[in-house]
């Protein structure tokens, strides 16, 4: 079982930053891939980022792509999404997620980002 632990929302302004962190636990298995993914309020969920854990290759949905970076520590288990030049249109609940082989497995308690105009 791995648990997953998302920090770092919160509340910013238009054009403002923040740095998402999620720590994983330690496990017997090493991800094949983490993500992170948001869901807006009466939106489908969307895979923002994902990033290979042993590569280092990453993706981006097109709405973030130049704003958000996602990256990993492997010694500690912790992945990272920093996003820069927020707009309200990015206010969701962002959740991590750990991919194991073909699917996304385990998943965290989401944090909350507010991004106000």
């Known amino acids: 079982q791995v648990q997953l632990v998302e920090s770092g929302g919160g509340l910013v302004q238009t054009g403002g930053s923040l740095r998402l962190t999620c720590a994983a636990s330690r496990s017997t298995v090493s991800p094949y891939i983490m993500g992170w993914f948001r869901q807006a309020p009466g939106k489908e969920r969307e895979a923002v980022a994902s990033?290979?854990?042993?590569?280092?290759?990453?993706h981006y949905v097109d709405s973030v792509k130049d704003r958000f970076v996602i990256s990993r520590d492997k010694v500690n288990n912790i992945t990272y999404l920093q996003m820069d030049s927020l707009t309200p249109a990015d206010t969701a609940v962002y959740y991590c997620?750990?991919?194991?082989?073909?699917?996304?497995?385990?998943w965290g308690q989401g944090t909350q980002v507010t991004v106000s105009s």
């Open positions: 997620a750990f991919r194991p082989a073909r699917t996304f497995d385990y």
């Open positions: 990033i290979t854990w042993r590569g280092g290759f990453t």
